[in-house]
């Protein structure tokens, strides 16, 4: 089983910028495709990027496209969420999430290891 350790969030101006970073235990990083969501207060849970095993499929929500980028490091068993561009609107408590298969899901039922959240607030 693994377990997943955000970190990176905090508060930053609307056109800044941060990297969220998710650390994750366990031998078998490589073998997990990975995810982040994001669940701003009052709202339900929403896809924000995912990134395949390998990293060679990379997924992302319309409304982070151009902005947000995906990737992992397999020596350091983290994934990373580079946010650029930020807008009021992203502000929310951002998770990450990892499955065991090929499949680069984007619906959070999908994925049955959640780390404990970063939260991110973006002022205007």
């Known amino acids: 089983q693994v377990q997943l350790v955000e970190s990176g969030g905090g508060l930053v101006q609307a056109g800044g910028s941060l990297r969220l970073s998710c650390a994750a235990s366990g031998p078998t990083f490589a073998t997990y495709g990975m995810g982040w969501f994001r669940q701003a207060p009052g709202k339900e849970r929403e896809f924000v990027a995912a990134?395949?095993?390998?990293?060679?499929?990379?997924k992302y929500a319309e409304s982070v496209r151009g902005r947000f980028t995906i990737s992992r490091d397999k020596s350091k068993n983290t994934v990373y969420l580079q946010m650029n561009s930020l807008k009021p609107e992203d502000t929310a408590v951002y998770y990450c999430a990892a499955q065991g298969t090929a499949v680069v899901y984007t619906t959070a039922y999908n994925y049955p290891y959640w780390g404990r959240g970063t939260q991110v607030t973006v002022s205007s």
């Open positions: 990134i395949s095993r390998y990293g060679t499929i990379l």
